[in-house]
């Protein structure tokens, strides 16, 4: 043992721009290589698979169009838990968050009466994103109150609101007019959210989604709630020290990061379908999805709009592959859990500076650090 | 049928339903222990459910099965752990990769699997004399092999936790690593075995899914099992004897789920009940352990190293 090279991790005291943008870049590629092994395994032949993936995502006019417009969701609930992660508090319910926001949108869409028509779409918004939040408020007031782990919470909230969407949907939301299948009725025009064009890019969600990531930059860089959240996230000591009010703020990152996934589903269901659907038919893992979108930006809500769009195209590349070669749905969660697995390994390289150790030779470490956490 | 011998046929039809719950459970607690969380579990329970029922499909062993379950299990482990334990990174992001590897990784194995039915499948084996009893003759002793060996791993888990020198040095990792180390105790071999083994298990769990208790091949089997795993977890306390009373309650509320669509009632209202259940169990801990004034494993979640201390 003693004369194999040892390998150490040397914390860095700062990260060169440079390589806070390298990183993710070469963590996908690392990743699509890894996943290209694993097709090849399976029998699939990954250079077309990876040709078609990417002709049917950025090739066309219409693939284009797909990627923006299976970006919105990616992006909301992405710019959400971006906050979300950065205080360390961890919710993992976007997705049921996104469901909730789609019920209540529907709620609002037919079965209120007396709002008037340009009010209708205002309305949905509203109550999708109430409705996500306070779903997300169940994770944090049993973190804030009993101190447990919001992370299975949040996740039992997404089981739930996928049965309660299912309930809904199979029985007394079930639209007379829908041949037996588990819809709601369609929507009427005033609830419906307008598109571009021929396309599906229902631009009004496109735009709160842009503002949404621009809003919580400056909320977290500028602001001194920002400041809170940033300090909570790096440090929770200190920031108890400081008096600052731990609880709240994760209360706060929690309804808000719900109240995004919310407008998500609102999104969805008023922009796509027009109707409450089965949760798989609203939502194919948008919430799951996004925390990839959020870890890939370095959680930083700028960097979600340009993660959103490539995962985007990755998810219509990926319908594209499963409708050509057969693959089942699935497949997009192998390219989700590679691609988060290399992005965490690659976030290393930004902290710490990997350096080999030969036994006999001393290295001389100019600087002893604390410890920290690497996040 | 009398309100007695009702609840005993949930309760007997609960320890199958309980098994892989419980085998997950075991293995978890063996992890966090060493104070590694994995959130892989419900991947790496999937990737057991499709290895085995594909090795039970070419080979028609189901021990072989089992074995290579396990393997996968383990092996997905330890791709964690090496993230977790070497590299250090975020073990919650690093376990929910980890979940969705396996989720896609047997989505794509499994499509050939879909609709085919079993080739094996494990039949109960009374346990002779100790099945004849009353009772509990009927609701312990007539089933399977791996309920038998879940039951049994029970007593000779917590035997090596609070009985031997191994199950000291895996319990002094997790909750004081730098001291463990200054005593001699390797704290990343430890912890690596402990995480490794916790795939070893979650790896069975799936097996039983897919060629014991379904039995067949349905993409996304374990529906939400995996998750229950780390909830139960914590509601044991990281005890396996607790672990083993909250697998059958769940198990017993799986059972439930299905007999109590007969009396009408929405099946996606039914469905909710474990998810429901699990919080209330996280509450009912939550109150426990401040009460008691138990605890996780003091250094659970934290990378542990000798150069930054």
């Known amino acids: 043992m003693n004369s194999l090279p040892r390998i150490r991790l040397e914390k860095r005291l700062d990260t060169p721009r440079w390589l806070g943008i390298a990183t993710p870049v070469f963590s996908v590629l690392a990743a699509l290589l890894v996943i290209a092994l694993i097709f090849g395994l399976l029998g699939v032949n990954p250079l077309i698979a990876y040709a078609r993936i990417f002709t049917g995502a950025f090739g066309s006019l219409y693939g284009l169009s797909e990627t923006v417009t299976k970006a919105i969701p990616l992006m909301l609930a992405g710019v959400g838990l971006a906050v979300a992660f950065r205080t360390r508090v961890y919710n993992i319910g976007a997705e049921g968050q996104l469901l909730i926001g789609a019920i209540c949108a529907t709620g609002v869409a037919l079965f209120v009466p007396g709002i008037p028509d340009g009010l209708r779409l205002p309305a949905m918004f509203g109550a999708g994103a109430l409705g996500g939040a306070l779903w997300a408020l169940i994770p944090a007031v049993l973190k804030a109150r009993l101190r447990i782990d919001e992370v299975l919470t949040s996740l039992m909230t997404v089981y739930i609101a996928s049965e309660l969407v299912n309930h809904l949907v199979y029985g007394p939301w079930k639209g007379p007019g829908e041949w037996g299948f588990p819809y709601t009725d369609k929507f009427p025009l005033a609830a419906q959210i307008p598109r571009i064009g021929i396309t599906r890019v229902h631009y009004p969600t496109l735009i709160l989604a842009l503002l949404a990531a621009v809003l919580a930059y400056i909320l977290v860089q500028r602001t001194r709630w920002g400041f809170e959240i940033r300090v909570t996230g790096e440090n929770p000591e200190a920031a108890r020290y400081a008096g600052m009010n731990y609880l709240r703020t994760v209360m706060l990152v929690m309804a808000l990061s719900g109240a995004l996934a919310g407008i998500a589903g609102v999104g969805e269901v008023a922009g796509i379908h027009y109707r409450l659907r089965y949760p798989q038919g609203i939502s194919p893992g948008y919430g799951f999805t996004a925390i990839i979108v959020a870890w890939l930006a370095r959680l930083n809500p700028l960097g979600v709009i340009l993660t959103s769009l490539l995962i985007g195209g990755l998810l219509v590349g990926g319908d594209a592959i499963q409708l050509a070669m057969g693959l089942p749905s699935a497949t997009v969660y192998l390219f989700n859990g590679m691609i988060l697995l290399f992005v965490l390994g690659g976030d290393l390289f930004t902290r710490y500076r990997i350096r080999m150790e030969f036994p006999g030779r001393t290295v001389v470490t100019p600087v002893r650090l604390e410890q920290e956490e690497v996040g | ?309």
């Open chain 2, 1 to 309: 049928m009398s309100i007695w011998s009702y609840i005993f046929s949930v309760l007997q039809a609960a320890i199958p339903a309980g098994t892989p719950l419980l085998y997950g459970t075991l293995g978890e607690v063996t992890a966090e222990r060493s104070g590694v969380v994995n959130l892989g579990v419900e991947g790496m329970m999937i990737m057991g459910a499709v290895t085995a029922f594909g090795v039970a499909q070419a080979t028609g062993n189901a021990f072989l099965a089992i074995a290579a379950a396990a393997l996968v299990g383990g092996l997905l482990a330890l791709i964690h752990a090496f993230a977790s334990i070497t590299l250090r990174v975020n073990q919650v992001v690093s376990g929910l990769a980890l979940t969705m590897l396996g989720l896609g990784i047997s989505g794509m194995i499994g499509k050939q699997f879909i609709g085919m039915p079993p080739r094996v499948q494990l039949k109960p084996v009374p346990i002779p004399g100790l099945s004849d009893l009353p009772v509990l003759g009927p609701l312990l002793f007539q089933h399977d092999l791996l309920v038998y060996i879940g039951l049994l791993m029970v007593p000779v888990l917590w035997f090596l936790f609070y009985r031997t020198r191994w199950g000291i040095s895996l319990r002094s990792v997790g909750e004081n690593p730098a001291t463990a180390d200054a005593m001699g105790v390797n704290v990343f071999q430890v912890r690596y075995l402990a995480v490794f083994f916790g795939g070893l298990m979650a790896g069975i769990g799936g097996a039983y899914l897919s060629i014991v208790y379904a039995p067949a091949w349905i993409e996304g089997m374990t529906a939400g099992i995996g998750w229950i795993v780390i909830a139960l977890t914590i509601f044991a306390m990281w005890d396996p004897v607790r672990g083993l009373l909250g697998a059958y309650l769940f198990g017993s509320v799986r059972v439930l789920q299905y007999r109590l669509q007969g009396l009408g009632i929405s099946p996606p209202l039914l469905n909710m009940l474990p998810f429901i259940l699990t919080i209330l169990v996280l509450m009912f801990s939550a109150g426990e352990a401040m009460r008691k004034r138990l605890g996780a494993p003091a250094a659970l979640m934290q990378p542990y190293t000798r150069e930054e201390r």
